[in-house]
């Protein structure tokens, strides 16, 4: 199959879960607090452990988390000047909190599981934890202004079972312990919940908002720093590997490209929402920056696979 046909395949149904967590959360006023918990502290653990622990492993990939939290670093770094010009107020940290993030998971994954399948999305995950933690400690910590110290989001950062949960996938996967057929046949299951609840989040926090306000110049900064400087800083580490370096391997090249074309983090909104600070820009932005990768990612993707 067409390598655009079998992404729209794969992403068409993104955007319907999305609908329904909306209409959940407007007609059934489903609380989405209880399905972030279970989610945070069930299938996303889950999800990681038994991705990672099957996974194909070479010790070069435990680099790929230390590589992804400094692309991150980097592109927070050049947003926050970027955008000097254009706002100097608490826009300015807004815009630079989203840059170093990314839809990287409940989008993320479906992406990667259709260019290269589900025998090395341990990799994918393994890679993902790198921007995971730079969203939650520095990420949160811009976002809030100085209302959390940076030792507040490392406890809480600490507090996530996903964490350990990668950890103990690596100890399983290093030790050699195979999974029987039932096992895997129910961990596919989890995965399958992990990306419906995950785009059904994002329309739950959507339907908490009483309005939608696009502001052109904001989002004309996020989306040039996701669009466009992710990409740009992907096609720059690719090429230096490829040519120089000689590091990683053609599944890790996929990873970082895959990681460097997804749209805007759903979890921004929700932090935007905490510490009340234009959630409604924000959310607007994330939902166009979802519907613009439909379109996005078949287009590029050939240049880094």
């Known amino acids: 199959m067409d390598l655009s046909l079998l992404l729209a395949e794969r992403l068409l149904p993104l955007y319907g879960y999305v609908l329904l967590g909306f209409l959940a959360g407007r007609w059934l006023k489903v609380n989405r607090q209880d399905i972030a918990r279970m989610l945070l502290f069930l299938?996303?653990?889950?999800?990681?452990?038994?991705s990672i622990s099957v996974a194909p492993f070479d010790m070069r990939y435990l680099l790929l988390p230390v590589v992804t939290f400094c692309m991150a670093g980097l592109i927070t770094a050049a947003a926050f000047q970027l955008?000097?010009?254009?706002?100097?107020?608490?826009h300015r940290y807004l815009i630079a909190s989203t840059a170093g993030t990314g839809n990287t998971g409940y989008f993320g994954v479906p992406v990667f599981l259709a260019v290269a399948g589900a025998e090395t999305l341990g990799v994918?995950?393994?890679?993902?934890?790198?921007?995971?933690?730079?969203?939650?400690?520095?990420?949160?910590?811009?976002?809030?202004r100085g209302r959390h110290t940076v030792s507040e989001s490392l406890k809480k950062l600490l507090r996530l079972p996903t964490l350990y949960a990668v950890a103990a996938g690596l100890v399983v996967n290093a030790i050699g312990i195979e999974a029987g057929a039932t096992i895997t046949a129910s961990l596919e299951q989890i995965r399958g919940a992990y990306v419906i609840l995950g785009m059904m989040i994002v329309g739950l926090g959507l339907s908490t908002l009483q309005r939608f306000t696009v502001d052109i110049k904001f989002t004309a900064c996020v989306f040039f720093q996701r669009f466009a400087l992710w990409p740009l800083l992907g096609l720059a580490v690719l090429y230096a590997d490829r040519h120089w370096?000689?590091?990683?391997?053609?599944?890790?090249?996929?990873?970082?490209?895959?990681?460097?074309?997804?749209p805007l983090a759903a979890n921004t909104v929700a932090f935007a929402t905490e510490v009340n600070l234009h959630p409604e820009k924000v959310a607007t932005a994330v939902l166009l920056s979802t519907l613009l990768a439909l379109l996005f990612i078949p287009l590029v993707l050939p240049l880094g696979v």
Request: charged residues 5%.
């Open 124 to 144: 994918y995950i393994l890679a993902m934890m790198g921007i995971t933690v730079f969203e939650s400690v520095v990420g949160y910590y811009l976002i809030s």
């Open 83 to 90: 955008v000097r010009p254009f706002y100097t107020d608490a």
């Open 245 to 262: 370096l000689h590091f990683f391997d053609a599944i890790s090249h996929q990873v970082v490209w895959v990681l460097a074309i997804v």
């Open 43 to 50: 299938i996303v653990p889950l999800m990681f452990f038994s």
